[in-house]
């Protein structure tokens, strides 16, 4: 049986990005064949397909870091799983295919009757929004939150998730994505015309308690000063310190993986070391996921139960077909996204809100 996946070629642009057509893979022993229903499209998947992400294999690769899907064909040696059951997984490459082939331990189930789009935003998304609030700046009822890129996939997740906190947010974003950080409970400011540390200052005097920024290098020091005392920047994705110098065609992107970890370790220094406690605290959700797989897979279940009572809506800015990749990461890199772009294998409809 054949099944298409999506390759990155060479490190680069959207070019570099190539439907095959191959036979499906075979189970190893211990492993479960997936049918994937729906694959994330993420920034860290353009940042490995430019050869920058600290997590890129060598070249040709499949992208791809979370999906849902359903299970097709267990492998030897597999027990407690069976066929036609939804799973989720972070594989952190590999998910932009048909079929997928994983280690047992890395599926998680899916409660029934979820949209496959929406689930699927809560394996990487989600849980990096609940990870930070909740076990990095360990947020309490009433404190405020400055979230960078708050129209984004994993902004508008802690958006939504901060307003179940009751936390009191603000949302840099840009002008026409105001009315989305609005809807979903933050303040939005203009960061194109906007100092947001003055403006976080002129609206609450002291500060805030937590900014979640995902840009990283200076910018981080500049969020600094949004903190009240005692206050935690907590740095993610790191694209701009990542994306400041790309590889060539005949690197490996894993010669990147260290990258811009000590201008890191001089800011976190300088948060402990200078007056007024405000630190700034790194977040990996692939590290903390090796560390402690069990509560990577609690978080996610967690979440699930919160996706399926309504409380939490996932943004989905666009449905694409598995085969359109390209176009799925030539959109998210324009830039302006609201929320999440997924891509969609036969079976999953194109269609908003249906599984």
């Known amino acids: 049986m054949k099944h298409s996946r999506i390759i990155v070629t060479h490190y680069g642009g959207p070019d570099a990005l190539q439907v095959l057509e191959e036979e499906c893979p075979e189970p190893k022993e211990g492993e479960v064949r997936v049918r994937v229903l729906a694959a994330g499209v993420a920034l860290p998947d353009i940042m490995a397909r430019e050869g920058v992400h600290p997590e890129t294999p060598p070249v040709p690769f499949t992208p791809g870091w979370d999906l849902v899907g359903v299970v097709d064909r267990p492998g030897a040696g597999i027990s407690g799983i069976e066929s036609g059951q939804t799973v989720a997984a972070m594989p952190i490459h590999g998910a932009y295919a048909e079929f997928v082939c994983l280690p047992q331990r890395e599926l998680i189930p899916v409660p029934s009757g979820l949209d496959a789009a929406e689930a699927v935003s809560l394996v990487l998304n989600y849980i990096t929004a609940y990870q930070m609030l909740h076990r990095s700046a360990h947020v309490r009822p009433g404190q405020r939150a400055l979230i960078h890129g708050a129209s ?28 989305a950080v609005s809807d979903l409970g933050g303040i939005p400011i203009d960061y194109q015309h906007q100092d947001f540390v003055e403006e976080i200052h002129r609206r609450t005097t002291e500060g805030v308690d937590a900014v979640f920024d995902p840009i990283g290098g200076a910018h981080l020091w500049h969020s600094r000063g949004a903190l009240r005392p005692g206050g935690r920047v907590v740095g993610y994705g790191n694209t701009t310190t990542l994306r400041g110098e790309g590889l060539g065609s005949n690197r490996t992107g894993r010669r990147n993986r260290l990258h811009g970890i000590p201008i890191y370790t001089l800011y976190i220094a300088g948060g402990w070391l200078l007056p007024g406690r405000k630190r700034i605290v790194p977040y990996s959700i692939q590290t903390l996921k090796r560390l402690r797989p069990a509560l990577f897979r609690r978080d996610l279940i967690d979440l699930f139960d919160l996706l399926r009572q309504q409380k939490i809506k996932p943004l989905i800015a666009k449905r694409f077909p598995l085969t359109e990749a390209r176009q799925a990461q030539e959109l998210l890199g324009k830039g302006g996204v609201i929320g999440k772009i997924v891509l969609v294998s036969n079976g999953a409809s194109l269609e908003s809100g249906a599984a």
């Not at 996939?153 to 994505?177: F, K, P």
């Open 152 to 179: 984004g996939g994993v902004g508008t997740a802690l958006l939504q998730l901060g307003r179940l906190a009751g936390l009191e947010m603000y949302g840099t974003c840009s002008s026409r994505n105001g009315a």
